[in-house]
């Protein structure tokens, strides 16, 4: 089963980059992006987070909360923040949002099979609503179109 425009936010329970747990539910009431992404201090990860960093203060403008969600470790996320100089906060999912969302998915790799993570991108609306989702996201122009579809949301 995977989430669909329209569909709740999920209240599933992660953990932060200080390794406390909190539920999804804490981002009631205001629009939120959630990002799946595969791996902490990789190439493609690495610049998508930079990049949702640096459009933080116009996602921040628009009332927009934002979510970077893998496996990695809360030690991981904490280490990866502080070399990027990322602000963007950081969660640790143990697989509930994962099948959630439908973002674990199986990968092949140089005719390698194996199960990871769809980097994939969420936007709700203020009502906790599923508003639009974006599946095997390319990073280059991303988040750009996601910034573009949350103030579309007149949420700033």
Excluded: N
């Excluded at 996320?77 to 143990?94: I, S």
């Amino acid at each position: 089963m995977t989430i669909a425009p329209g569909d709740q936010l999920p209240a599933v329970e992660l953990l932060d980059a200080q390794g406390e747990g909190f539920s999804l539910a804490r981002y009631a009431g205001k629009p939120l992006v959630l990002y799946f992404y595969p791996k902490d201090d990789t190439a493609g990860c690495t610049r998508e987070a930079q990049e949702f960093t640096a459009a933080k203060p116009a996602f921040d403008a628009a009332g927009v909360q934002l979510l970077g969600i893998s496996k990695d470790t809360a030690a991981k996320h904490r280490k990866f923040a502080e070399k990027y100089g990322l602000t963007v906060p950081l969660a640790t999912d143990d697989g509930a949002a994962l099948e959630a969302f439908g973002t674990w998915v199986e990968k092949t790799l140089y005719g390698r099979k194996y199960m990871g993570i769809d980097r994939s991108t969420f936007l709700f609306g203020a009502d906790g609503k599923l508003v639009r989702e974006w599946r095997k996201v390319r990073v280059p122009g991303h988040v750009e179109e996601v910034l573009a579809a949350a103030k579309a949301l007149g949420a700033g």
